[in-house]
Structures are given as structure tokens and as C-alpha cells.
């Protein structure tokens, strides 16, 4: 019989590490995630909430965007989107 411990099967997800960001257009990203993995994002439809609101008003502000640690996309309006969710939410690029 099998072990049955769900523990067994709880296999961590790989970690997605920002290596860097470069805009293509209005809100369109190059995201590059470590592994040269290069990816598209149009972010402008998942900027919801007050921290997104001064970026969509001011494309100047979201310009001002860094990377945090490999970790996620932020901006001084407290606004954070982390590098999971943009490796998700985005599509390989072609080259």
C-alpha cells in the first residue's frame, strides 16, 4: 500500500526570479525572468486598487517602476505586482 501522507505530494513550485523590465509600449512590458526567460504583459488591465489609480492618471509615474530583489515590479505609490503573478500572467515572447 502506498503512503498516503499528502506531504509526499507537496512538491515546491519553482521560484521566478525579475531580472530586469523594459517597456515596449503604453503599459506593454518585456518582463526577463532569470533562465532567459523573456515574457509580454500588457499590465494595464490587472492595475486595479488606490496604489495602481496615480499610475493609470501619470504614465510618467509608472515609468518610474524597479525591480524589488528579483521578487516583484514596484512603484513609490506602494503599488507591487510580484514576479509570479507576472510570469502567469504573461506570455513567451518571440524572438
Known sequence: ???EDPALFDFPRPVR???GVELLGRYFLLLR???DLDRI?????A??????????VSYASFKLMAIDHGEALVWSTGARV???ALYRD??????
Do not use: H, R, W
Not at 504583459?41 to 488591465?45: A, K, P, R
Not at 492595475?47 to 493609470?56: I, R, Y
Open 1 to 3: 500500500m502506498l503512503n
Open 17 to 19: 526570479v525579475l531580472t
Open 33 to 35: 525572468f532569470a533562465g
Open 41 to 45: 504583459l500588457d499590465l494595464e488591465s
Open 47 to 56: 492595475m486595479v486598487g488606490a496604489e495602481f489609480e496615480p499610475l493609470l
Open 82 to 84: 510580484e514576479a509570479e
Open 90 to 95: 504573461s506570455k513567451p515572447a518571440v524572438p
